[in-house]
Nanobody, 124 residues
């Protein structure tokens, strides 16, 4: 059974930074592309960033490009998202998941294993 646990969210002022972490179990972590997704109240879930299985390729949504950095540590089965220059519009529940990632497309994999998410709130 795949388990996903996100952490690192919180309340931060605009312009601040947060680092999200995601640990997984029940899957061969280094065999899969991984991604961060977010859902704001009243909005659809969107793909924020994806990373290939070995970290050699990354994708960022236009809205976060230049501000967020995705990385992974396969030895620790952990995925990260460094978020800098945060804006109020970044406020959302953030989730990590196994990703379907082709280089120019970043979406959730059919494995459909999600954690409870971690809430990021950016105040203006």
């Amino acid at each position: 059974q795949v388990q996903v646990v996100e952490s690192g969210g919180g309340l931060v002022q605009a312009g601040g930074s947060l680092r999200l972490s995601c640990t997984t179990s029940g899957l061969t972590f280094d065999s899969y592309a991984m991604g961060w997704f977010r859902q704001a109240p009243g909005k659809e879930r969107e793909g924020v960033s994806c990373i290939s299985w070995n970290g050699g390729s990354t994708y960022y949504a236009d809205s976060v490009k230049g501000r967020f950095t995705i990385s992974r540590d396969n030895a620790k089965n952990t995925l990260y998202l460094q978020m800098n220059s945060l804006k109020p519009e970044d406020t959302a529940m953030y989730y990590c998941a196994v990703a379907f990632y082709t280089g120019d497309y970043c979406g959730p994999d059919a494995l459909d294993a999600w954690g409870q998410g971690t809430l990021v709130t950016v105040s203006s």
